[in-house]
């Protein structure tokens, strides 16, 4: 069984920055596509950026609002998932929440974590 736990979130200035940490307590880390999503208050939850498997080669992906401004990262041998934030703006305001997800040929797997807040204001 996989659990996920984020820590991190805050409440910052506009301009200012966030360091997201999404710690994996399970096995096989290095197998998951690791993400960070995102959902504001009326909105649907958003992805932010996801890194992939080791075996993948790690290649990451951003939406369009938050590229160039944040980036992601994996340290496999701490199990850890990052997202560093960086030029925050009032629209990125949301719980941010970690996901690990696993697609086999004959099996799934798709686990979350709680969330952690993240709120931009002066």
């Known amino acids: 069984q996989v659990q996920l736990v984020e820590s991190g979130g805050g409440l910052v200035q506009p301009g200012g920055s966030l360091r997201l940490s999404c710690a994996f307590s399970?096995?096989?880390?290095?197998?998951?596509?690791m993400g960070w999503y995102r959902q504001a208050p009326g909105k649907q939850r958003e992805l932010v950026a996801d890194?992939?498997?080791?075996?993948?080669?790690?290649?990451?992906e951003y939406a369009d609002s938050v590229r160039g401004r944040f980036t992601i990262s994996r340290d496999n041998a701490k199990n850890m998932v990052y997202l560093q934030m960086n030029n925050l703006k009032p629209e990125d305001t949301a719980v941010y929440s970690c996901?690990?997800?696993?697609?086999?040929?004959?099996?799934?797997?798709?686990?979350w974590g709680q969330g952690t807040q993240v709120t931009v204001s002066s």
């Open positions: 890194i992939s498997s080791v075996p993948t080669r790690e290649s990451t």
């Open positions: 399970g096995s096989q880390f290095n197998i998951y596509l």
């Open positions: 996901r690990a997800f696993y697609a086999g040929v004959t099996d799934e797997y798709d686990y």
